[in-house]
């Protein structure tokens, strides 16, 4: 049976008029690592609020752990984890007691449980007396996490973890997360990174409060409905601009050092030699295999049209 | 070719008590050029854009911003430069052209100015629909379309981006660097942060920031091939992995 079931779940604001999420069903197996990908606003935070028991849905089911998070709020509490995307601890406590508080209130003790945090805590540890407010943003974020660990959740909700984090230390984040699963626990994570998606084993891509698309994400790159180039020249804001005006050019966007393009007939080739012939210099090209980030502007289209 | 120098700095350093947060760094940035200001977190690019802005004196070194000293002449600084964060973007209560002469008016545009400027900028990201709906309401990536375009409103030597694109969608934080292009292409020079690798990409140079000190600034291209690789993710860890300091 799975952990997490949603069904049809359907939540707005302002008297009807904003709709943050819009009718939408998936369902996270037992010890899965399942990522929801979306910029802000495509209704993440909502559904987590709704599955954690703060948010009353509109319309819809969802349970966790077999409970309605509706009539059995209380009990799913004891139940989750969650860590929100804004650091919610108190400031003016110090490390110590902000763990210790939020293990009181779940009746257990930091020692009850300390082999589900250990290896995130003992990188704070050297800074136990210090209040939270004065802990750097990578140490608030390893507090938040072991503060939503200390109950032995089964399902664990964390937030946008990430945002805002630098590469290096988001690579960190993500390694904790691999050692949680290892633990069993479940784990629902949200990013706007696109290039985090690969370090979920399931992932819904969101945007506008519903789902585009939901599967691992290797299939959803099988999914990608045209063949996909890269390519590049010596003058590449000149290149882009040209490829948009040429008729047999179905899609282009950036990424990074190369462009990636779409194209009418496939014809890679004749594209490449008419770019050469429009005068652009050291022209290059090659199929290639598109990322989740392609797959979501691909699927966004859709959605528009 | 000697090209206009729009910001120079010399030692320049902050200390908070017996921290360092920025550590003598000497730079130059040109005319026209989109200057992507790279680091991790607590590297203390925060610090130094600051008081390139004029809004945090240096406990030492010197710098000058669009000509203007940075100890003496912090007011006119702030004349010649814009400057947009992913938090605040815009009065949420006012409406789109509320904002936009709101800003207009600050900056010192007179009323035929702002209006003129209006309107090309409603034309330009084809808010004609949006004019008198309250910024609040917009999504996120035109918010943000918006308030980089209010950034240039008067026509500044500078524009600070600070993590423009943070959790935007991939469609508008490309349509995004568009209207970076088209900025630095009127002459108007770009000083940008992002943890997004591939937007480094897009910048003529970058800066790699890491414990309070400028570790590297070249082309991307030149960076690539001094850390023999093909991406600029790998620089990235390359530098900030040998970071002693980690904070925000």
Same mark, same amino acid.
């Given at each position: 049976?799975?952990?997490?079931?949603?069904?049809?779940?359907?939540?707005?604001?302002?008297?009807?008029?904003?709709?943050?999420?819009?009718?939408?069903?998936?369902?996270?197996?037992?010890?899965?690592?399942?990522?929801?990908?979306?910029?802000?606003?495509?209704?993440?935070?909502?559904?987590?609020?709704?599955?954690?028991?703060?948010?009353?849905?509109?319309?819809?089911?969802?349970?966790?752990?077999?409970?309605?998070?509706?009539?059995?709020?209380?009990?799913?509490?004891?139940?989750?984890?969650?860590?929100?995307?804004?650091?919610?601890?108190?400031?003016?406590?110090?490390?110590?007691?902000?763990?210790?508080?939020?293990?009181?209130?779940?009746?257990?003790?930091?020692?009850?449980?300390?082999? $589900?945090?250990?290896?995130? *805590?003992?990188?704070?540890?050297?800074?136990?007396? =210090?209040? /939270?407010?004065?802990? !750097? %943003?990578?140490?608030?974020?390893?507090?938040?996490?072991?503060?939503?660990?200390?109950?032995?959740?089964?399902?664990?909700?964390?937030?946008?973890?990430?945002?805002?984090?630098?590469?290096?230390?988001?690579?960190?984040?993500?390694?904790?997360?691999?050692?949680?699963?290892?633990?069993?626990?479940?784990? $629902?994570?949200?990013?706007? *990174?696109?290039?985090?998606?690969?370090?979920?084993? =399931?992932? /819904?891509?969101?945007? !506008? %409060?519903?789902?585009?698309?939901?599967?691992?994400?290797?299939?959803?790159?099988?999914?990608?409905?045209?063949?996909?180039?890269?390519?590049?020249?010596?003058?590449?804001?000149?290149?882009?601009?040209?490829?948009?005006?040429?008729?047999?050019?179905?899609?282009?966007?950036?990424?990074?050092?190369?462009?990636?393009?779409?194209?009418?007939?496939?014809?890679?080739?004749?594209?490449?030699?008419?770019?050469?012939?429009?005068?652009?210099?050291?022209?290059?090209?090659?199929?290639?295999?598109?990322?989740?980030?392609?797959?979501?502007?691909?699927?966004?289209?859709?959605?528009?049209? | 070719?000697?090209?206009?120098?729009?910001?120079?700095?010399?030692?320049?350093?902050?200390?908070?008590?017996?921290?360092?947060?920025?550590?003598?760094?000497?730079?130059?940035?040109?005319?026209?050029?989109?200057?992507?200001?790279?680091?991790?977190?607590?590297?203390?690019?925060?610090?130094?854009?600051?008081?390139?802005?004029?809004?945090?004196?240096?406990?030492?070194?010197?710098?000058?911003?669009?000509?203007?000293?940075?100890?003496?002449?912090?007011?006119?600084?702030?004349?010649?430069?814009?400057?947009?964060?992913?938090?605040?973007?815009?009065?949420?209560?006012?409406?789109?052209?509320?904002?936009?002469?709101?800003?207009?008016?600050?900056?010192?545009?007179?009323?035929?100015?702002?209006?003129?400027?209006?309107?090309?900028?409603?034309?330009?990201?084809?808010?004609?629909?949006?004019?008198?709906?309250?910024?609040?309401?917009?999504?996120?990536?035109?918010?943000?379309?918006?308030?980089?375009?209010?950034?240039?409103?008067?026509?500044?030597?500078?524009?600070?981006?600070?993590?423009?694109?943070?959790?935007?969608?991939?469609?508008?934080?490309?349509?995004?660097?568009?209207?970076?292009?088209?900025?630095?292409?009127?002459?108007?020079?770009?000083?940008?942060?992002?943890?997004?690798?591939?937007?480094?990409?897009?910048?003529?140079?970058?800066?790699?920031?890491?414990?309070?000190?400028?570790?590297?600034?070249?082309?991307?291209?030149?960076?690539?091939?001094?850390?023999?690789?093909?991406?600029?993710?790998?620089?990235?860890?390359?530098?900030?992995?040998?970071?002693?300091?980690?904070?925000?």
């Amino acid at each position: 049976m799975s952990d997490v079931h949603v069904e049809n779940l359907v939540k707005t604001y302002d008297g009807g008029q904003v709709k943050a999420v819009n009718g939408i069903s998936f369902a996270v197996e037992k010890g899965e690592l399942f990522g929801l990908i979306g910029p802000d606003g495509a209704g993440k935070t909502s559904i987590f609020r709704m599955l954690t028991t703060l948010l009353l849905p509109d319309s819809g089911k969802a349970t966790v752990t077999g409970l309605d998070i509706v009539h059995d709020y209380k009990e799913i509490r004891s139940h989750v984890g969650y860590m929100p995307g804004k650091f919610s601890l108190y400031q003016d406590l110090t490390v110590e007691e902000n763990l210790s508080f939020f293990a009181t209130i779940f009746n257990t003790t930091i020692e009850e449980n300390y082999h $589900l945090i250990k290896d995130i *805590y003992i990188q704070i540890k050297p800074f136990k007396n =210090r209040r /939270a407010g004065k802990l !750097s %943003g990578g140490m608030k974020q390893k507090l938040a996490l072991c503060c939503a660990l200390i109950h032995k959740p089964s399902v664990l909700f964390l937030d946008e973890p990430t945002t805002g984090v630098d590469a290096v230390s988001r690579k960190e984040f993500w390694e904790m997360l691999k050692a949680l699963k290892a633990q069993g626990i479940t784990i $629902l994570v949200s990013t706007p *990174y696109m290039d985090e998606a690969t370090l979920c084993e =399931r992932i /819904a891509l969101i945007q !506008s %409060g519903s789902i585009l698309s939901i599967d691992t994400p290797q299939n959803i790159i099988k999914q990608f409905p045209d063949k996909l180039y890269s390519v590049r020249s010596d003058n590449m804001i000149r290149l882009i601009n040209d490829l948009r005006t040429m008729p047999e050019v179905t899609s282009v966007y950036s990424f990074g050092d190369h462009h990636h393009i779409t194209l009418r007939d496939n014809n890679l080739d004749g594209l490449l030699q008419e770019l050469t012939e429009k005068g652009h210099a050291a022209v290059d090209g090659k199929p290639i295999e598109p990322t989740v980030e392609d797959c979501f502007i691909a699927l966004m289209k859709n959605a528009n049209n | 070719m000697t090209r206009e120098i729009v910001i120079k700095t010399e030692h320049l350093t902050k200390r908070f008590g017996d921290f360092i947060a920025t550590n003598a760094i000497s730079f130059e940035v040109y005319a026209g050029e989109i200057f992507g200001f790279l680091g991790a977190n607590g590297a203390g690019k925060t610090t130094a854009m600051k008081m390139l802005c004029g809004l945090l004196t240096p406990s030492s070194g010197s710098a000058s911003i669009a000509g203007f000293d940075i100890y003496k002449q912090s007011e006119k600084i702030k004349k010649s430069i814009g400057y947009m964060s992913q938090k605040f973007s815009l009065y949420e209560d006012l409406t789109t052209l509320e904002n936009i002469s709101f800003f207009g008016g600050i900056y010192g545009l007179s009323d035929a100015q702002i209006k003129s400027k209006s309107e090309k900028l409603i034309g330009q990201l084809g808010l004609q629909n949006e004019m008198k709906k309250l910024v609040g309401e917009l999504p996120l990536g035109w918010k943000q379309k918006l308030a980089f375009s209010v950034a240039v409103l008067h026509d500044p030597k500078i524009v600070f981006l600070d993590e423009p694109t943070g959790g935007v969608d991939p469609v508008t934080r490309r349509q995004f660097w568009d209207l970076i292009y088209d900025a630095a292409a009127r002459g108007i020079t770009v000083f940008v942060t992002t943890h997004y690798m591939d937007e480094a990409e897009y910048c003529d140079r970058i800066s790699m920031m890491v414990d309070g000190v400028m570790k590297e600034l070249d082309t991307p291209q030149n960076l690539k091939s001094k850390y023999n690789t093909t991406s600029m993710d790998d620089v990235f860890f390359e530098l900030a992995r040998g970071a002693k300091r980690k904070a925000d």
